[in-house]
């Protein structure tokens, strides 16, 4: 055989192995098809609509600075809002602030300390509906405190919890729960476990139809 022809050979040769591998290793290259740990995607004290362990569990991993996660809000908010009174499904959001937004771990440390005093989603919406406004100030707690303000929190604990950075324990907490998922991008849904890559209403309300009905 020439040296040619072992050339071709062995490049054959080396297509085929990879081909073979990529197929043998397939199912765990796409994370999108494996059902994800339970654990990692909702923790006891989780900010949810509905109750740990429903029928039906949408959960995103989100970046309150994201450009992404802001235009996707929208229609999360109105999956929500179409299941709220559903004992059935549950809607958790998890923090994972991006390293490149500056703004990020802040806005989620505003978003916990309205959570302290139960107004969670009420601050999410306002840090999503004026991203625009706060994402790139070089000090963005006077545009939180004014969110803080308009939805009705008590403004001394609120300053308390942001200067004593309370809830930052609980921000890394979910980031290193994200990590332990290979969440590598925002937003990242899951849907009983399975991650959803088309976010918009009609399809999300259509899956949720689906399991629901199960």
Not at 40 to 68: I, R, W
Not at 135 to 152: N, Q
Not at 155 to 181: C, E, R, W
Request: hydrophobic share 40%; aromatic share 10%; with cysteine.
């Amino acid at each position: 055989m020439s040296n040619e022809n072992k050339i071709v050979g062995g490049i054959c040769l080396a297509f085929f192995i990879v081909i073979a591998y990529l197929f043998w290793m397939g199912p765990s290259l796409d994370q999108s098809t494996q059902i994800k740990n339970p654990d990692l995607l909702v923790k006891d004290n989780s900010h949810m609509t509905g109750k740990k362990g429903a029928k039906v569990t949408m959960v995103e991993f989100g970046d309150y600075q994201c450009p992404a996660c802001a235009t996707v809000n929208p229609d999360i908010k109105k999956i929500v809002e179409t299941y709220k009174d559903n004992p059935d499904f549950n809607f958790v959001f998890r923090n994972f602030p991006l390293s490149q937004h500056k703004n990020a771990i802040p806005a989620a440390e505003a978003a916990e300390s309205a959570g302290a005093q139960g107004k969670y989603f009420e601050m999410g919406t306002q840090l999503y509906e004026n991203q625009r406004e706060w994402s790139e100030l070089d000090d963005a707690m006077p545009m939180f405190k004014k969110y803080a303000i308009a939805i009705g929190l008590e403004m001394v604990q609120f300053d308390s919890d942001m200067t004593q950075h309370k809830f930052a324990s609980v921000i890394q907490a979910d980031a290193v729960d994200g990590n332990g998922l290979f969440v590598d991008h925002t937003p990242t849904v899951y849907l009983n476990g399975l991650e959803i890559r088309d976010l918009n209403f009609p399809v999300i309300k259509a899956k949720i139809d689906e399991l629901l009905a199960k």
